[in-house]
T-cell receptor, first 116, second 114 residues
Framework: AQKITQTQPGMFVQEKEAVTLDCTYD???????LFWYKQPSSGEMIFLIY??????QNATEGRYSLNIQKARKSANLVISGSQLGDSAMYFC?????????????FGTGTKLQVIP | EPEVTQTPSHQVTQMGQEVILRCVPI?????FYWYRQILGQKVEFLVS????????KSEIFDDQFSVERPDGSNFTLKIRSTKLEDSAMYFC????????????FGPGTRLTVL
């Protein structure tokens, strides 16, 4: 089974609108961390936001917020006020305690295109 | 803001040649990682490194690969005899601590094996 599943290969959003990128995760660990990274066309991986399994409140970083629903094992990224510079690939990722926290497991990504 | 740096940004090599990819992790970080991303595919974990030794490696990280921290700042990935399928973007990452801490990625080195 896939550890991280991103079912939206591509998404379009109008500039200034909000968009939700879906991610589901699969783990039996009680302790884990969920991340989102942005990869623009230039190729670098930019850390956006993180939330640990024991965090009570959903994380927010500027225009990015993480909507985690543990019962559904979903970790959706919400981008508010989309900007043209948000056009990029977005990867959901997870670190698990059973992996000794060593590695981050990535999903296949969602390509977001912001339309002017 | 401190960042992970990688050199070169792009490396072209002939099949069978050795390549060394270089990384300078964030200075107060203790854990270092290499990942690779074959074009159009997801990012895959290769290896993690702590206290001058490998702490975990994936099945991808076979005997052709090695890592080293030759001095106090650099962290290198060596591919001994490159194959066509080694063509990929290679990312170095570092984290301050191990437990669920954020890994910060470098800009990547695009390796092209001809």
């Amino acid at each position: 089974a896939q550890k991280i599943t991103q079912t939206q290969p591509g998404m379009f959003v109008q500039e200034k609108e909000a968009v939700t990128l879906d991610c589901t995760y699969d783990t039996s660990d009680q302790s884990y961390g969920l991340f989102w990274y942005k990869q623009p066309s230039s190729g670098e991986m930019i850390f956006l936001i993180y939330q640990g399994s024991y965090d009570e409140q959903n994380a927010t970083e500027g225009r990015y917020s993480l909507n985690i629903q543990k019962a559904r094992k979903s970790a959706n990224l919400v981008i508010s006020g989309s900007q043209l510079g948000d056009s990029a690939m977005y990867f959901c990722a997870m670190r698990e305690a059973s992996g000794g926290y060593q590695k981050v497991t990535f999903g296949t990504g969602t390509k977001l295109q912001v339309i002017p | 803001e401190p960042e992970v740096t990688q050199t070169p940004s792009h490396q072209v090599t002939q099949m069978g040649q050795e390549v060394i990819l270089r990384c300078v992790p964030i200075s107060n970080h203790l854990y270092f990682y290499w990942y690779r991303q074959i074009l159009g595919q997801k990012v895959e974990f290769l290896v993690s490194f702590y206290n001058n030794e490998i702490s975990e490696k994936s099945e991808i990280f076979d005997d052709q690969f090695s890592v080293e921290r030759p001095d106090g700042s650099n962290f290198t990935l060596k591919i001994r005899s490159t194959k066509l399928e080694d063509s990929a973007m290679y990312f170095c990452a570092s984290s301050e601590a191990l437990a669920l801490d954020t890994q910060y990625f470098g800009p990547g080195t695009r390796l092209t094996v001809l």
